[in-house]
């Protein structure tokens, strides 16, 4: 019986594991947690989200400059294929008002325990076998060195152990959450064998403003919500977002999903430039005209803020943001206070650091791996999940990629298998 030794159990290596083990593949799972799929399980806190019912060619689309890649993964395993996959394990599906597709109780428990039951206990074959708290730390006892690609280097609380088999599939994720074991730590490894990766990058994360936030509107606003705002930006690529949605201020700046929707292109431009700014409109249903109509109209003894309250319904912190960013003077002019509310600039000097991000950019080039996702410097190693060099908004869209690479990964290794075996 043939063996394949996957390492880390996010959502992509399980996949492989899954798709190899149904096939009779003795598969050895490692990972450096004391459980699998604790990333997964905080996906699902606020509400898992599986994946997104939109047609495929709009899907694809949110994948920017690697979509060419991953619509390829995606013929395998797509959106409705995520569903059709969460049934086989008993849980039910249901999508959203907004396209997201959510299992029908919300939660990432069920559904992980249950497919660990399938993987540990499958319907023939001698099922996956779980090795936990083993850290991969390279190739043989030196990751620089000529061992076989598939003999592989662990530490343990027992101490160092090796293992080997006839194909690898490493799904060791990108640099985000690295208590929940994504560090990053292998990409030395990988460069020193010839495999070229792109710089691990903070996506779907917040953002500092230039010059920080007043202490006054630190202490009263961090953590509160921007509802029923739109922001916009061209960057110095000539690359246009606008989008209507919610964010929040935090004590040094911003985030929410209304910024990770555009993070990459504001993380860029601070890459090139040094800064970034997006335009806020604080009233994205209502006019220019309107507004500045409101704002010109006679306020006699009323404070501007109560004209602003009874004329726009701007208040809190919409209020505070144009008293933090605005002066005196433009505050007290109409035409200018009125182009602020439909467009306040604001300037992000940092992305946040790249363990408080949702997910990473970089990582393994597609470039290096061939139709199978395995190492052309590296045979019988293959790649899977946030490891490889993609990124994507949140939405659903991360997790089906990762299924969809791990399955993609779980399949070439399988092909490779036939391969050796037809050549023995």
Not at 327 to 356: C, G, H, N, Y
Request: net charge neutral; aromatic share 8%; proline share 5%.
């Amino acid at each position: 019986m043939k063996k394949v030794i996957v390492v880390g159990g996010g959502p992509a290596g399980l996949m492989a594991a899954d798709v190899l083990s149904a096939a009779g593949v003795a598969v050895h799972l490692y990972d450096a947690m004391p459980s699998v799929g604790r990333k997964f399980l905080l996906a699902g806190k606020g509400g898992l989200n599986l994946t997104h019912s939109e047609p495929v060619d709009i899907f694809a689309s949110r994948f920017g400059a690697r979509r060419a890649q991953i619509e390829a993964l995606l013929q395998g395993f797509d959106g409705p294929h995520v569903r059709e996959w969460a049934k086989s394990l008993g849980v039910e599906t249901f999508v959203g008002t907004s396209g997201r597709v959510f299992p029908a109780d919300m939660k990432a428990a069920p559904l992980l325990r249950a497919w660990l039951h399938r993987l540990r206990h499958p319907a023939s074959g001698p099922g996956v076998q779980f090795h936990m708290r083993h850290r991969w730390t390279g190739w043989g006892t030196d990751s620089t060195s000529d061992t076989e690609p598939t003999h592989l280097s662990f530490d343990t609380p027992q101490g160092p152990v090796q293992a080997q088999a006839d194909a690898v599939v490493l799904a060791l994720g990108g640099g985000s959450w690295a208590r929940l074991g994504s560090n990053g730590a292998w990409v030395p490894w990988l460069q020193a064998r010839g495999v070229a990766v792109a710089p691990l990058l903070p996506t779907n994360c917040g953002f500092d403003v230039q010059g920080g936030w007043s202490e006054h509107f630190a202490s009263r606003f961090a953590g509160q919500p921007f509802k029923s705002v739109a922001i916009s930006l061209t960057t110095s690529q000539g690359v246009s977002f606008q989008r209507k949605g919610e964010f929040v201020a935090t004590a040094t700046g911003v985030e929410g999903s209304l910024i990770y929707a555009a993070s990459s292109l504001l993380r860029d431009d601070i890459i090139r430039n040094g800064q970034a700014t997006l335009h806020l409109d604080l009233l994205p249903d209502m006019p220019a005209e309107r507004v500045l109509a409101e704002v010109r109209h006679p306020r006699g003894s009323r404070s501007l803020s109560s004209h602003l309250k009874s004329r726009l319904s701007i208040d809190g912190i919409k209020a505070a943001m144009l008293h933090e960013l605005l002066s005196k003077d433009q505050m007290q002019d109409p035409v200018q206070l009125a182009a602020a509310i439909k467009a306040l600039p604001i300037t992000l000097v940092a992305a946040r650091p790249i363990d408080e991000a949702i997910s990473t950019a970089g990582g393994v080039l597609f470039e290096v791996t061939d139709q199978n996702l395995m190492l052309e410097q590296l045979p019988g190693v293959f790649c899977a999940g946030e490891m490889l060099d993609w990124e994507a908004p949140t939405g659903g869209y991360l997790l089906t990629a990762c299924f969809a690479s791990g399955k993609a990964a779980g399949e070439g290794a399988l092909r490779w298998l036939k391969g050796q075996r037809a050549t023995a």
